[in-house]
């Protein structure tokens, strides 16, 4: 996702990842998959509090949609006791499904929102449910902003692309 | 056979599960081929149905047991454990429906294993809700495939009873004919059946007994829950649904999908903070110590209608014509040609050097209060939380905001040592380069002055909040006086860059020295800031911090330097911060620590089992490169991280006994940046007894520490003992109590790799710590 385009003459502004933000496993209810929405304060010159936490929210949504336990998933378990599992290979189970949901959301969250931001959302599965990664690009103009010359690329820093320079 | 890169093959690991599958089918197939005519025929049809299908349903969850994923985690990436590694703890506390439990973290996968997650040595992989590895299925029984291997377990006691019964009923109707062959297999098939017979039912017997406890076979072998309560469990009933109805949870090991890339490309939007500033400034009125960053948050939140009750008086104390007067002169001075750094908002500090300003203390106060608020969005952003977190000066914001705001922070914060400094002269150079870096980020002041009733809610924000900030060089005579020059802009120029680094270092001094009169001031505090009379409700401050801020100067100059120097070395040092962002921990205590810290000078052979330690014990060689490349880039984060140590460190010694707890502020002191005069009163009532997360921010100070040591880091603080804490982690004294700690039956047990051997202490609710002594 990161252009990298170093042009010296002209100012082309390209985004290079900065930094990772990773947003953890809220475990205060068991093992069931949520995620904290505390808003990391990376991310607080970035986005607004309140769209980060509604992704998050409806995220753990999702995940807890996946994992509840009702008719569909006895009629599923059912099911494939009966057919001695080889419905596994035809049809895809109830928390895949809702898995497809998650990933296009991810991806239109991103699309929307986040990396209109320089954000970008990483799909919890990918990391085995465990963080939610959040990147950080920064806007790395070539004309040498103040803060270019930090090579941390502190969000806050690096944040000259917004600003008229 | 042939072992190629990669793993090995091992041929024994299969000679279990294949002695299984031929046992079980061979055996039953003989039963069908040699019994079940003969007992359909005498008795039913139905025989070999039944047995058909029990055998079908047996093979079928053996197959699923065998070949499932049982939840295995992919390893973690780089960049998310980068902070972790070296500094991190080796166990994480998380609180489950109040409980606490411990993750451990796991060298191999680079993660804190989720409850109930457990690494496997044979299969090498961390699975989730681990229960044991099955050598008969040679696989791992885990989360995803638990359900198939317990219903393998019934399904097969159930058809090795009913093979057994009817190769009996056989039997017993040829007594005559027990020489036959058909006779001869049945018996021998019964005999199969016989001997498995009681392993396998005792085996299913347990499972059902750890279903309906819903513990795991780990967790029951391991006796974590004995004596205690299981937070896992969701009673009997919830927890056989749980199992055996549950939706089949999904691979985490998948081939990455090819799916559309979103492209990020600037220039990226920014959140429009106008409308927060109000918000967060009037709630962090000073006053109010917010303990947290969620603490802050939602008394922003709640703060707003005070925000509309607070503006109106605000106004007829302040003088109306002044502000017309400010504006007014606020408009010349930006149209007229200061420096070219001045034309764009520069910082509040700034304004003191303007010809124009300089007669007006006023001007001063209010250019820099509107300058704060005109200031751009990000740093805006950060000010105003920092402000918010700003007042309780012994919170963790402080630890954000280096992360994100480095560059800015850094920016400002050379000249506001020197601002810290009567604000006059000597701080001119410096303020001005900070106020052309500002300058930039500055969005025109004029649309918010155009906001007469919304500024002074700033303005009087701005003056108690600096005076909550961590501007040591205020005096709150200066501040009483809402004219004054130095007030106002000190005040300003320190809210916007206070935060930055010397914000631990000074907010722990603010905390000792003005921690009471803070405190003290009700929230009705804005008047004194507008000028006016409520300055009766601050006495005057009796320390000067002009006289103190020598020595703070230098130290905090000093370690900018150093940060300076350790960020153009690394890329990626906020990766530090990553993490200890997203672990919360309570704010309130972690200032206050450092203070605490500064005190006892007795270091704290508080290892708690670092990481690096015990991967040390494991893996000296490899990780020592890591380490001392990373050195450097934790040395860095070092000088942000104190506040994140001490938070940890608070966390850990929630969990630990009081000696303990002291035992590490006299540790963690002497990592922590110790200005010369910096003396704080210890104020350990606010540690948080339970925090969550707490392990990164601890582990990061920790870890910081020890890796100071391990490479003299170029952190040449004077006053930083960064030397000290390894040897003084040796010469620890059993300040901290342990009981036996449990977590040695988990793992290796850690050598003295590097540093000493390694002690295991366990805390309050079972936690357990490894220390280096």
Redesign the interface.
């Known amino acids: 996702m990161a252009t990298e385009v170093h042009s010296l003459q002209e100012l082309r502004r390209s985004a290079s990842l900065a930094t990772k933000v990773f947003v953890q496993r809220d475990y205060s209810d068991g093992t069931t998959c949520q995620f904290q929405t505390k808003f990391p304060p990376e991310l607080e010159s970035r986005i607004e509090r309140q769209l980060f936490e509604e992704t998050v929210k409806t995220l753990n949504g999702f995940y807890a949609e996946a994992e509840k336990i009702g008719g569909s998933s006895y009629l599923e378990g059912c099911l494939a006791c009966a057919t001695a599992y080889f419905i596994f290979l035809c049809m895809e189970t109830h928390y895949e499904k809702v898995l497809k949901k998650i990933s296009k959301y991810i991806q239109e969250q991103n699309e929307k929102i986040y990396a209109p931001r320089g954000l970008l959302l990483t799909d919890p599965l990918e990391r085995g449910m465990r963080v939610i990664e959040i990147s950080i690009y920064e806007d790395r103009c070539s004309s040498g902003s103040s803060s270019s010359g930090s090579s941390s690329s502190s969000s806050g820093g690096g944040g000259g692309g917004a600003g008229g320079r | 056979m042939p072992s190629s890169t990669g793993k090995r093959f091992k041929p024994t690991k299969y000679i279990p599960v294949s002695t299984a599958a031929a046992l079980l089918v061979g055996s039953t197939t003989l039963f069908f081929v040699f019994t079940c005519p003969w007992l359909t025929k005498a008795i039913s049809p139905a025989i070999p149905v039944y047995n058909g299908l029990v055998f ?2 047996v ?2 969850n053996f ?2 047991a065998t070949f499932m994923d049982p939840g295995v ?2 390893r ?2 780089e ?2 454990d980068k902070d972790d590694d070296f500094r991190a703890p080796l166990y994480k506390n ?4 109040g409980i606490q ?1 411990r993750m451990k973290w796991c060298a191999t996968c680079h ?1 804190y294993r ?3 997650c457990s690494h496997c040595s044979v299969c090498d992989n961390c699975v ?2 681990f229960d044991h590895h099955c050598p008969w299925v040679n696989n791992c029984i885990g989360r995803r495939n638990y359900r ?1 291997f317990f ?1 393998f377990l019934l399904s097969l006691s159930t058809h090795m009873v009913g093979v057994f019964t009817f190769g009996l009923i056989f039997v017993l109707n040829h007594m005559e004919k027990l020489g036959a062959a058909h006779t001869t297999i049945t018996m021998a098939v019964m005999c199969v059946a016989g001997l498995f017979f009681i392993p396998v039912i005792g085996l299913t017997g347990f499972h059902i007994v750890l279903v309906a406890r819903g513990r795991t076979t780990n967790e029951q072998v391991t006796g974590k829950f004995r004596g205690g309560v299981n ?2 469990t969701r009673g009997c009933c919830g927890n056989v ?2 199992v ?7 691979r ?1 090991i ?1 081939e ?1 999908k090819k ?14 903070l106008s409308e927060r500033q109000i918000t967060v400034k009037i709630s962090d009125n000073g006053i109010q110590a917010n303990l947290n ?2 603490k802050s ?1 939602i008394s922003l939140e709640g703060l707003e209608d005070k925000s509309m009750d607070v503006q109106p008086p605000l106004p007829p104390k302040g003088d109306p014509s002044k502000y017309s007067e400010l504006k007014g002169q606020l408009g010349t001075s930006e149209e007229g040609g200061l420096s070219p750094k001045l034309i764009s908002p520069p910082t509040p500090a700034m304004y003191k050097y303007r010809p124009a300003f300089s007669n007006n203390p006023k001007v001063h106060y209010h250019a820099t209060a509107d300058q704060i608020t005109m200031q ?7 000010l105003i ?1 920092e402000d918010g977190r700003s007042l309780d000066y012994q919170s963790e ?1 402080s630890l ?2 280096p ?9 400002t914060y050379q000249s506001s040592p020197l601002q810290i400094d009567s604000f006059a002269i000597n701080s001119r150079s410096l303020s001005l380069k900070s106020a ?2 500002r300058g ?4 025109p002041l004029h649309p918010m002055k155009s906001e007469g009733a919304a500024s002074t809610p700033y303005k009087s924000i701005f003056s108690p909040n600096s005076l909550s900030n961590r501007n040591g060089s205020l005096s709150y005579d200066s501040l009483l006086n809402p004219m004054s020059p130095s007030g106002r802009k000190c005040i300003a120029h320190s809210a916007v860059s206070s935060v930055g680094y010397h914000s631990p270092y000074l907010s722990a001094k603010m905390c000792h020295l003005r921690g009471s009169e803070l405190q003290r001031q009700p929230p009705q505090s804005f008047s004194p800031v507008l000028g006016g009379p409520a300055p009766h409700q601050r006495d005057p401050s009796p320390v000067r911090y002009d006289n103190l801020s020598k020595t703070i100067m230098a130290s905090i100059q000093e370690r900018k330097e150093m940060e300076e120097r350790e ?9 530090v ?3 200890s ?4 921990t309570p704010s309130s205590y972690s200032l206050q620590q450092v203070s605490t810290l500064s005190e006892d000078p007795r270091s704290m052979a508080m290892r708690y089992g670092s990481r690096d330690n015990l991967m040390a014990a494991t893996s000296f060689s490899t990780r020592n490169p890591i380490l001392q490349s990373s050195v450097s880039s934790l040395s860095s984060a070092m000088t942000r991280a104190p506040r994140t140590s001490t938070t940890s460190l608070q966390a850990d010694l929630a969990n630990n006994n009081v000696q303990s707890h002291q035992a590490l502020q006299g540790r963690v002191s002497n990592g922590s940046y110790k200005s010369p005069g910096h003396q704080v009163p210890s104020s350990p009532t606010g540690m948080p007894r339970s925090p ?2 707490g392990g990164p921010k601890a582990v990061s100070f920790v870890n910081t520490v020890e890796i100071t040591e391990v490479q003299s880091v170029g952190a040449q603080r004077d006053d930083m003992q960064l030397k000290t804490p390894h040897s003084k982690i040796n010469g620890q004294p059993k300040g901290i109590s342990r009981l036996g700690s449990t977590s040695s039956s988990q793992g290796t047990p850690v050598s003295p790799a590097r540093h000493s051997s390694v002690k295991k202490v366990s805390g309050v609710g079972g936690t357990t710590y490894e220390i280096s002594v």
Do not use: N
């Open positions: 079908l349903f093979l079928a197959s699923m985690f992919p973690a990436d960049d998310e998380v609180e489950i429906k439990v993660f989720p409850p109930r989730e809700d198939y219903l937070p896992f649904e749980h055996l109805c549950s939706p089949l949870a999904p985490y998948v990455p799916k559309q890339a979103v492209s990020v490309k600037p220039p990226f939007l920014r959140p429009d960053r969620s948050k751009e969005g990000h740093t805006q952003g950060a939380e914001p954000d905001i992360s994100y705001r480095k560059s800015s922070l850094h920016k052309g870096r930039t980020d500055k969005v960020k153009l070395l690394h890329s990626h040092p906020d990766s911060f990553a993490d962002g997203v672990y919360d969550s997360y």
